[in-house]
């Protein structure tokens, strides 16, 4: 199994970016996928995921009307709009990969057993 995360960049506050998240040995409805950021000198946070199966989408308080993910099975991606960016947005941006996670469990990172890269995303003030 492999997650190659993609679409970071450069962006204005206000401003939006999608990344995504290409998955390859999995099929995304069968997997929850989530997105997770890391910002410099902070812990990994959990921003948003989407339930296998269901498609479910669930997102962190911190970036919820704001962002949207999505998936694409027939291309094994999914993806994560991200709109109205803040400075407080920039981080690296990973996603991650599992079978067993919950909606009580979604936000724990040791929920996951496969994660990609990471994409940096960095918004300007």
């Known amino acids: 199994v492999q997650l190659q995360a993609s679409g970071g960049g450069l962006v204005q506050t206000g401003g939006s970016l999608r990344v995504s998240c290409a998955a390859s040995?999995?099929?995304?409805?069968?997997?929850?996928i989530s997105w997770f950021r890391q910002a410099p000198g902070k812990e990994r946070e959990f921003v948003a995921t989407?339930?296998?199966?269901?498609?479910?989408?669930s997102y962190s308080d911190s970036v919820k009307g704001r962002f949207a993910i999505s998936r694409d099975n027939a291309r094994s991606m999914v993806s994560l709009q991200m709109n109205s960016l803040k400075p407080e947005d920039t981080a690296v941006y990973y996603c991650?990969?599992?079978?067993?996670?919950?909606?009580?469990?979604?936000?724990?990172?040791?929920?996951?057993?496969?994660w990609g890269q990471g994409t940096l995303v960095t918004v300007s003030s």
């Open positions: 991650a990969a599992s079978r067993t996670v919950i909606m009580s469990t979604m936000s724990l990172s040791g929920s996951y057993h496969y």
């Open positions: 040995g999995l099929t995304t409805n069968t997997y929850t």
């Open positions: 989407i339930f296998r199966n269901s498609g479910r989408p």
